[in-house]
């Protein structure tokens, strides 16, 4: 079996390289096995989630920083109400769970109970998030790491590239993959935050509400600006960044084993209720320690979280264990895209709004065009932007809130119409409507430093999605066939065979042409390659006469003939086809093949000493073909 | 006839960007058109040569500078010898012309005299020094320029590139459009200044040898040397680098329209009798102004011949047109190279030393590949070297003057064998004694500044050509068949077609296989795209059955079968494979042929809604083909 080794060697090397970069191909039978539960659940989709719960109080502290200490009264006024809608989201999501086991997301929920624009609405407000969150999440976390290490702020954009081929690479592999090989960064964080900030509470109570810091945080600027309910609302919009990745869980759903709704809701638990601890301790500590944001443009800055674990902490190995941790969780905060984005996208394709791509998983049971898509697109707006994407982040809440909103009001309409009216549909109406009212409070707060941008793109996602729609329909009409198959021709075709000299080559495609019809026409091109080659037409013919055509005859079938066709512009496809019209004319409705021997190569360089006419051929006929013209491949392995 | 305006319409849209860039499509018949006379073929072949008597002289000056003033007095010693040497190549090569009227070049000249081995090297000799010839001539065109335009300096490597690009797209035209685009900068050159040099030279007449400048050259610095044969001896090294591009003609005779010897021969003489007369003139004329070269790392430089142009002439428009002229054609010395280069690897290529696809002439008529082979090598040393190549002008005689004495030797060779054994003979003698010499001397002089190098890539050069000989001989072997056509099978293949659901293209590729086989196998595969697909495996199996299958049977002909298969790694290829290595066991000998339907596409982006599984299949089946595989397809116009 060596020539059959030989003959898949070159197949086989191109896929060890991948093996080697992505791992074996997987069987389909796997793919249960590929499913994860809740732990590998918390780090693959919870990462942007709860690095929300760093960058949220700290948006809304930096927007009221003109209050001066005065801030630090009044910021529970705004992590209270999100630490509620976000108690809210956590219910309301975990009765949508119930509701749809196989797939929770906005998309699945607003399609079933809003009908077509509804789902388009959520499709396109999901996937503007996720595309935007992976160049955001990246270089936020960037950002935050090449302030702590100013040397690397020249290689700003390449870390956020490298970054974000490694978080693409992880989920080329697997979703399970990308979940374990985040696990650790996200537990310690889980572990030492929560760990630090109930040791400040209890000091905190211990004091009596006036703790003493380890390092003294600095002290608070004077006001310039007295408190206003504007001021608090933009305050809000802002912190409500915090919410994001929530519904990530519920788009997700379909990477959980058995017991899927368990799992999903064990992971949604963990996420959601980390969050809200984290974000009423920080807010609690904040007050009790006197930490206020800082203005990131002077130096000397230090965020939020990290004046707070010095200021319970000290500076010990702990603080930097603990910073540590929530700099990877920044930085791979793009996860949750990679997991949530080609699921939407499978769904949205498997209904024809997307290229059918999107839904076919890959030799690692992966929808690897959506994280491909995902990486390019991401990577294109960080290179755009130069791996600072601070302008971006206004846009960010809109689409999350939106979805919210919509799969609120989705889940009303589902109630209804499954007939409960009760505590479950109370609980989804109080959810659409305080995420309704963030939301607008989040576009008026938010229209002018960019939000307008996602109100345009959201429409334009939506006329591309429904343009795919209605090509897939015409496609589908042009395809459609009704009634019995009719037999069109009975008769063999007549077989062209591309000829220039006899070898076992062209011997063994005129064997395969002889066993496919009696009418096999040998075609000889003139002046193929030079126009001032001077062929011996005689000997060709009495070769072929002689070696070909008589014993043939012999064997009592009908022998092949050989044809001469001028190649005026040392093309093949050109008098080939106008060969094949000449042919159709005189026997209408009759099919043509035609017959190209072409080399398989045992070795890349071989193409280069071979040059690509067959393939070349191949295309042009492809690209001029009538209806009643097929195109055979001989292979030949030399 | 609107459908097939329509279905040619895309392969037409790229045919039209290839019109617009490289001109219309030219027949075979419009070959002889193409060649060109001695007026177009001096600017073709001729402004390597020409721009020689430019660097020549400066070269052997720069090397004599350490004599200060008696530099002059001694480069008589040099261009004499030169210009000698000139006249000697000139007579040879006019006899190597009628003797290969056909093609003169040192490749064909050497192989027929000298054997394979002197024809290799004569080859990798020309090639080598035809690639150095495209990075060399272009860089010092540009630094000339540079040298006038300071401001221009940064932009070295992309005026470099992009004079690259001038001349291999007019070249992709072909020989005859670059020679008419380059006519005019050659003949303004010519025109002013043999113009110049020859009031020059009245002046040094009438003056007795001792001129009044119009523009005073700078003195010369005193020597630091003194007079040394080795000194000379270099000199005269440098200085040969004006003997390269003689040899260009000989290598393009293909180029010429009838009577080809003639108008060879006047191409011929125009380019070396201006070289000689420009060479002897500011040779003269530097003595008589006393002018020598200026060191070209120091401030206020000035080249030899803007300081005799500005001695005799004046700085007025004159100078600028003549030193134009100069400055395009030293930018344009490349297309030396991009004419003779393709020539001669079309010979090489035809005697399969190289790959064919060198051999083979494109639309237009050009050997396109050679073409772009020497566009991307020289386009790789100029960003090799950053657009600075002054390293590489001592390894650029060697190659010439080893093709010089080659192909003298194949003259002698040549005249003794046809027994002409006179005059002819012994002009041919002289000039491989000549040339030996000084590639001697050239050797001996610049060995230790890189010809070494040279000394290397040849030998590389020639096994590389040698492993093409023997890989196609190899091939060859292969391919050649002996005795009478055996007809190895009888009966129609089975036919496999990839069938997902019935529809308008799965009807097309039935009703071809029909008629190619009554043994039709529908094959679906099941789960292909999505392993969690529920399949409606009944509906497929009683549709097929109903709709296919009984109204064929009815026909009375065979009915296709329905075969599902399980694509446990969602792949075509894979499945498709075993089965039919059952079937080949099954009935050895007997082919089988996997019919797949593809879709032709309208517009570009009709791709990306479609995916690429039937090219993928394609080249799947292509590599793991067995023996007794036919691959056809259906192409559908959707």
Redesign the interface.
Known sequence: MGA?AD??R??GSAMKILTLLFGR?????E?QDRKIGWVAGVPAMGLDGLGSSSYGPEAALTVLIPLGAASLYHVGWVIAPIVGLLAILYLSYRQTLLAYPSNGGAYTVARENLGKGGGLLAAAALMIDYVLNVAVGISAGVGALTSSYPALHPYTLWLCLGILALVAAANLRGTREAGWLFAVPTYVFLCSFIGIIGYGLVQLHLSGGAPTPVVAPRPLPPATETLSLWLLLRAFAAGCTAMTGVEAVSNGVDAFKEPVLRQARATLTVICLSLGMLLAGVALLAQGYQIGAMDQTQPGYQSIMSQLVSAIAGRGPLYYVAMTSLLAILCLSANTSFVAFPRICRLVALDDYL???F?????R?VFSVGVIFLTITGGALLVLFDGITDRLIPLFAIGAFLTFTISQIGMIVHWRRVGRQGRRLAMNALGAATTLIALAIIIVAKFSEGAWIVMLAMPLTIVLLLS?HR??AR?ER????A???????????TVLVAYEE????T??A???A????PDVVAVHLL?L????AEEDLARIRDVFAR??A???EA?G?TPPRLMFL??????MSGPLIELVEKIDAAAPGR?V?I?VP?R?HRHWWER????RRARQL?A????????R???????W??
Chains 1, 2 share one sequence.
């Not at 002889?514 to 019809?517: K, V």
């Not at 042009?620 to 209806?627: E, F, I, R, T, V």
């Open positions: 059959k003959q898949r070159l197949f191909r997987l069987a389909n039978r793919y290229p059918r791509s839904a076919v998983s890959d030799r049971l795919v090509y897939y496609v042009r395809l459609s066939v009634g019995k198959f009719r037999i069109e021709e009975r008769e063999a075709p006899r070898n076992r080559m011997d063994r005129l064997g395969f002889l066993t496919l019809s002046r390659r030079d126009p001032e070696e070909i008589a014993p043939v064997a079938m001028r190649a005026a512009y040392r093309q099919s093949a017959l072409e398989v280069l000493l071979h040059g191949r042009a006929l492809m690209a001029q073909a009538g209806p013209l097929m195109i055979v491949t001989a292979p392995r030399g």
